[in-house]
């Protein structure tokens, strides 16, 4: 075996590998290889030779070629696809055909090379393999991940701000604290409720959640309370409020920002005294229910509003879980991606669906103002839109990303002809255009909410869409 470069290959360096029974050829290639591509290299003058040292040891490139004595490069080739489909494999020859490149190709090599070739070029092709193998191989460990992974109901993850919600709620799902769940749009506050109650001794019944927005006040307190016949004009019968119905369960006061004063009046005294009294009654009835609250606003601002109760607020503020946005758990975006196409190929009847390694980078780089329901419903797009069974970067991109480009710099670069107030002009509309669409995908189309998150009234927020042709419909689940 010979080995160019100073000393061992560690264990944390890429590899490449080159096969060529031209000894001349070989040592230009060890020295422009280990010179300009930032690895280690080994080589091997026969076909036999590579394949024996393949038993040992895994490089993440093989370059070959395929006029070799005892076994040629096309063979070599067929074997490292069978050992190890991640080994990016480049074949040159001197004697090359378009035939045989297209059998090189077909037979799974990552490129084919005429010789003479330029220097620079197959840097840059080993380069590319290098990130190649590197984003296969670490897409194989995070499948394996995935299976492994010993996570609360619900989580896919093992980023540490993750894991530190997840200790949280362990610590706390069995006891009867009041849980208060902080976080943006997205992070999935529902769930880390859900896993409170299924890790506790509640789990044996139906854990109730109350969307607090989606009720006008004089529905939500009837829905919590529950009234008696004769209450008020049209309760012809008695009903059970939501509170009793969860009794000797959970229940899940989300986004209680939105409840109104009187309301959450009411509210203080059944966390205080542990029983409800409803409307048109003069009797309490105990309640045992564990009470999770969630919000994506700021209450401290909302009592310095006086919109929310401060005292209501101490007492659901007992154990407080901050869910973190996805842009702080980046790590995390490959296994959450992989879990949601598995998902979608399940639903959709798409089996041989994949994403390719450099769909998946991109997603990890992407800015995700709607967390990890942005990304879930990205991928669902996508799995119902792919028309090829590997799901690639412009699967991903929205229209605008598609037509203008998704970089600022190359945004205002196209606008350079235009006179400075047309430019503006058009700067603002793809802002608007952009920032409308996203915060509707952070919402599932809900234009109330969008509008709060970005603080303007709802008749504006619809002026803009309707000013840039953005219709909600296309944003529902």
């Not at 067929?78 to 001197?94: F, Q, Y």
């Not at 409803?278 to 309490?284: A, I, M, R, Y």
Request: net charge neutral.
């Amino acid at each position: 075996m010979k080995k160019a470069g100073p000393g061992a290959v560690s264990r944390s360096e890429q590899l490449v590998m080159i096969v060529d029974d031209e000894p001349d050829m070989l040592q230009m290639l060890e020295r422009v290889v280990a010179r300009q591509c930032e690895c280690g290299v080994v080589s091997a003058s026969t076909g036999l030779e590579a394949l024996t040292m393949l038993e040992n040891s895994r490089p993440d490139v093989v370059v070959t070629d395929i006029k070799m004595p005892d076994l040629d490069g096309l063979h070599l080739l067929k074997k490292i696809v069978e050992m190890d489909s991640t080994i990016s494999v480049i074949v040159m020859t001197g004697y090359g055909t378009i035939e045989m490149a297209v059998q090189a190709l077909k037979d799974g090599a990552y490129d084919f090379l005429e010789k003479p070739f330029d220097k620079d070029h197959i840097v840059r092709v080993i380069r590319h393999c290098l990130e190649r193998t590197r984003l296969l191989k670490h897409n194989r460990q995070l499948q394996e991940k995935l299976k492994d992974l010993d996570l609360a109901p619900g989580f896919v993850g093992h980023s540490p701000a993750l894991r530190r919600v997840q200790d949280l709620i362990a610590r706390v799902a069995d006891t009867d604290a009041t849980v208060l769940i902080r976080g943006e749009s997205g992070t999935g506050k529902e769930l880390a409720a859900r896993a409170l109650h299924e890790l506790s001794s509640r789990k044996q019944h139906r854990m109730i959640t109350v969307n607090c927005p989606a009720l006008p006040e004089h529905i939500l307190e009837s829905e919590l309370f529950g009234y008696s016949r004769g209450a008020f004009t049209g309760a012809t019968h008695d009903k059970k409020g939501l509170f009793l119905a969860a009794d000797r369960s959970t229940i899940l006061l989300d986004e209680i920002a939105d409840i109104p004063v009187p309301v959450q009046t009411k509210l203080l005294r059944v966390l205080q005294e542990k029983e409800i009294q409803p409307l048109g009654q003069n009797t309490t009835i105990k309640v045992d229910v564990r009470v999770v609250a969630s919000t994506n606003q700021d209450l401290e601002a909302r009592i310095q509003a006086g919109e929310f109760r401060a005292d209501l607020f101490y007492r659901l503020n007992v154990v407080t879980v901050e869910m973190p946005p996805l842009r702080e758990m980046r790590e995390d975006i490959p296994l959450l991606a992989r879990h949601f196409l598995e998902r979608y190929k399940r639903q959709h009847d798409r089996p041989d669906l994949r994403i390719a390694p450099e769909a998946l980078h991109y997603l990890c780089q992407r800015n995700w103002p709607g967390n990890v329901r942005e990304l879930q419903h990205l991928i669902k797009r996508a799995v119902l839109l792919a028309r090829g069974s590997t799901l690639e970067v412009d699967d991903f991109r929205g229209p605008e990303e598609k037509d203008e480009g998704w970089c600022p710099e190359d945004r205002i670069r196209k606008l350079g002809g235009l006179p400075y107030n047309e430019a503006k002009a058009e700067v603002v509309r793809q802002f608007s255009v952009a920032y409308l669409r996203q915060l509707l995908a952070a919402h599932q189309g809900n234009v109330t909410a969008a509008a709060r998150q970005c603080g303007l009234e709802r008749q504006a927020f619809q002026r803009l869409m309707r000013r840039y042709g953005i219709l909600s419909s296309d944003f529902r689940a």
